[in-house]
């Protein structure tokens, strides 16, 4: 893992062929690749967990998204927690082995998140997003005040783009997530390797 995070998320709307040929080519350029396929039952999920690792993933590069039987079946590195998850306290307690995500807000759910055990941090959405219509973005300010108020890493998501991404290294982000960003490319390959070269410019800086 380098000096600073790169975080992709699927978006449940790829099939699974796709999802598998793209990590593959993905897999270089990120720190993790995030399985978030809200509609998609465990068995779908660890089946596409077991299919990441055969594609060129090692388990440190695989995260689940909001299912922590999953993540614990499947070997995942990570599990990454919504609002709606488990506390991160509780899977602390009962799953020492996971690296722990949780989406926050505000500075006093990132503290809150601390506090419990969480490991790193997802906050945004940062600038505007289409999977955000109508709402408006918090803003560097906000993102560096939340990451002024932690010790765990704080991960930028929203609107990341690699033109963007030297603003929210230097506003206190320890990485970016990205979604759309990857997979509406039209060669998310590529478009991975913008954000690992912006990223690692930023660690050379």
Not at 14 to 33: F, G, M, R
Not at 50 to 65: F, S, T
Not at 94 to 105: M, P
């Amino acid at each position: 893992m380098g000096k600073f995070e790169f975080h992709v998320m699927t978006n449940g709307r790829k099939q699974p062929d796709e999802i598998i040929s793209a990590a593959s080519i993905l897999a270089p350029y990120v720190t993790c690749i995030h399985i978030r396929e809200k509609d998609k039952g465990a068995s779908e999920i660890f089946n596409l967990a077991e299919r990441l690792k055969r594609a060129g993933l090692g388990r440190e590069q695989i995260y689940i998204n909001d299912r922590v039987d999953v993540a614990v079946a499947s070997g995942a590195e990570g599990v990454h927690l919504k609002g709606s998850s488990l506390d991160p306290e509780i899977v602390h307690r009962y799953f020492s082995g996971l690296r722990i995500g949780q989406s926050v807000h505000s500075i006093d759910e990132a503290l809150y998140a601390e506090e419990k055990g969480a490991h790193y941090l997802f906050y945004g959405h940062v600038f505007k997003t289409g999977s955000k219509k109508g709402s408006e973005p918090r803003g560097l300010d906000q993102l560096r005040e939340v990451a002024e108020a932690v010790t765990v890493p704080v991960i930028a998501i929203g609107g990341v783009t690699p033109s963007n991404t030297s603003e929210l290294i230097k506003a206190g982000a320890k990485g970016i997530a990205v979604m759309s960003g990857i997979w509406s490319a039209a060669d998310p390959g590529l478009e991975a390797k913008g954000y690992a070269e912006a990223l690692k410019k930023e660690e050379m800086s």
